[in-house]
Nanobody, 123 residues
């Protein structure tokens, strides 16, 4: 069974940066599209970014485009989310997810989730 474990969250000041990691085990990592989502208190889960199996194609939501960068290392079974110019409104629990259908740009194609990591951006 595929397991996803996020790390790298924390407290950062506005304008700062964080790099999230998601380690995947129990499956063939290179066969999964990988995505990042977040959920703030009282809000719906938001699809932020996706990356295809090879890492050559990516998707970004408008809210993070130009500030966040997704990447993956298929040799290390890990996907990353580099977050720059963080804003207080980026405060949320961040989740990585795996999709087995080969689609990286649609939120509903992701079907396996990590436990999340908290990101808090202070003003």
């Amino acid at each position: 069974q595929v397991q996803l474990v996020e790390s790298g969250g924390g407290l950062v000041q506005a304008g700062g940066s964080l790099r999230l990691s998601c380690a995947v085990s129990g499956g063939t990592f290179s066969s999964y599209s990988m995505g990042w989502f977040r959920q703030a208190p009282g809000k719906e889960r938001e699809f932020l970014s996706g990356i295809n199996r090879s890492g050559g194609l990516t998707y970004y939501a408008d809210s993070v485009k130009g500030r966040f960068t997704v990447s993956r290392d298929n040799n290390k079974n890990t996907v990353f989310l580099q977050m720059n110019v963080l804003k207080p409104e980026d405060t949320a629990v961040y989740y990585c997810a795996a999709g087995s259908h080969g689609i990286w740009y649609r939120s509903y194609d992701y079907n396996t989730w990590g436990q999340g990591t908290q990101v808090t951006v202070s003003s």
